[in-house]
């Protein structure tokens, strides 16, 4: 049972993950780019051959970088995978049989688009189904609600159950209860989530989905709702993991569409007792196999060091997964498809990972980390926010290799990408790779403003990408993704 191995464990790898797409923690520091590594580009092949010696990227380099950067902008690959893993493939959750559909999927156009090494690595998990659900308001008078269950909630009773609302206006309020006001009642967390650029405002708000349902069971609640964890006002609800651990009682618990929260905030307000019906059908912890998936542009001198760009192919059960993450899928194989359409291998090994499971459990990440823990990863990277414009670059390597980075940033320029700090985190599953192997990150700061919008919802459809900041993203990638692999620097 992979997934409930231990709560401490648990623990920490939700709030990774959470602080993955959270990463705006830090302060970028000024734009400090120096157009000095472009200078040798026209000084000829010699000074090339010298600049190598001092610096991470020779002019020739740089200059294949530009020719990539401006071949991406005018390249519809990326929109192509997005629109046929949305269309052909659909809603994926881990070990369903979509998600050997997504994986079927992958193989075939990462073979057909001319990559090496295109395999998948099978992996054992325990996976949790959705069945139906409802939920409705019994007073101060009937109101059905839109909700939906959050992923790994444990079934309610045959037929549901009913009871007073305990409302607390946020995460905090709940933690701070002393009292008795929790039990025997239903804990609702009105958790409001602020609209930010880098996401910032997750981490704080998602706290009430992941560990409310424990807390609220703690406190001897009947069941946990939430209002939904996102920024939009549309009358649909935000899934998402909850933790769960076998040591610990644990609430059924589901979320709220904003709109709905919202009359529950004004009935509360204006004094009415409320009561709520719930109902939610769920399969815990179902034997499953997911995948992540791999394919490589092979190096040349250096190709056992690795230079990783991944995204994650599973998605929640709702939507067609298409900012979440048919657009990181397609970013980053479009990018790497750049290097190797442009016929230049570079000296490092390029390799795509799609991973498995990012949604409820990173599975594909840990089992990665484990899997290739020998193999010297240069620099792991993931797109995994939506398909909002990058406006940032960010990377996370040791201090005397950040020039290198410094040095990606007028090839960036172009793009209006500004060059941030060295405190970035790369994306769920790679900061999972970060943080168990200590290898070197980087980060393409997306333009996250309308993400939560439609975050783990129906509403997460094709439509909402947007086919020119797709284009824009691969351009980026695809610098950053070729530059490290063709330096000689070590980046960790
Ligand atoms: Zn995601």
């Not at 659909?90 to 688009?113: F, H, I, N, Q």
């Not at 980053?332 to 016929?343: R, T």
């Not at 414009?389 to 209006?416: C, D, G, K, N, Y």
């Amino acid at each position: 049972m992979p997934r409930h191995a231990g709560f401490a464990g648990t623990r920490r790898r939700l709030l990774a993950g959470v602080a993955g797409l959270a990463g705006g923690c830090g302060v970028p520091v000024a734009a400090r780019a120096s157009l000095a590594w472009l200078a040798p580009s026209a000084s000829g092949a010699a000074a090339a051959t010298v600049t190598a010696l001092t610096a991470p990227y020779t002019a020739e380099d740089l200059a294949h970088a530009a020719r990539l950067r401006e071949r991406a902008l005018g390249d519809g690959l990326a929109w192509q995978l997005a629109e046929s893993l949305c269309t052909e493939v659909g809603p994926r959750p881990a070990g369903s049989e979509a998600d050997a559909r997504a994986v079927a999927w992958a193989l075939e156009r990462l073979t057909r688009l001319g990559f090496s090494r295109v395999r998948a690595d099978p992996i054992e998990l325990r996976v949790w189904q959705r069945g139906p659900g409802q939920a409705r308001l019994t007073a101060p008078h009937a109101r059905a609600l839109v909700m939906t269950a959050l992923g790994n909630s444990p079934p309610t009773p045959e037929g549901g159950l009913e009871g007073e609302l305990a409302y607390y206006p946020d995460f905090e309020a709940l933690r701070a209860e002393r009292g008795e006001r929790a039990r025997g009642r239903i804990v609702y967390i009105d958790q409001k989530m602020a609209r930010t650029v880098d996401g910032s405002g997750y981490g704080p708000a998602v706290r009430a989905r992941v560990m409310g349902p424990m807390e609220a069971a703690r406190r001897g609640a009947l069941a946990l709702v939430i209002r939904s964890i996102g920024t939009d006002r549309d009358r649909v609800a935000h899934t998402g993991m909850m933790a769960v651990d076998p040591a610990q009682p644990v609430v059924p618990a589901a979320a709220l569409s904003v709109p709905d929260a919202q009359l529950i905030e004004r009935l509360h307000a204006a004094g009415a007792a409320l009561r709520l019906h719930l109902a939610i059908g769920a399969r815990q912890a179902v034997p499953a196999r997911t995948h992540n998936v791999l394919a490589e542009v092979p190096g040349t001198d250096l190709a056992r060091e690795i230079v990783l760009v991944g995204a994650h192919l599973d998605s929640w059960d709702v939507g067609q997964g298409a900012l979440d993450n048919a657009a990181g899928v397609a970013i980053v194989v479009a990018a790497a498809h750049q290097i190797l359409a442009l016929g230049r291998r570079p000296r490092r090994t390029v390799r795509v990972v799609l991973f498995g499971n990012e949604e409820n459990g990173f599975d594909g990440a840990r089992h990665y980390a484990e899997r290739y823990r020998e193999e010297p990863h240069q620099l792991v990277g993931e797109s995994d926010f939506g398909a909002g414009r990058v406006w940032r670059l960010r990377s996370r390597v040791a201090p005397e290799a950040f020039s290198a980075i410094e040095a990606m940033a007028p090839l960036l320029a172009p793009l209006q990408v500004a060059l941030g700090d060295n405190q970035g985190s790369p994306g769920p599953d790679a900061a999972v790779l970060m943080r168990r192997n200590r290898w070197s990150a980087i980060e393409l700061s997306q333009d996250g403003t309308d993400y939560f919008d439609v975050h783990h919802t129906d509403n997460d459809t094709l439509e909402r990408i947007d086919p020119a900041a797709l284009r824009q993203n691969a351009a980026a990638w695809s610098v950053v993704t070729w530059l490290a692999a063709q330096s000689a620097m070590g980046f960790g």
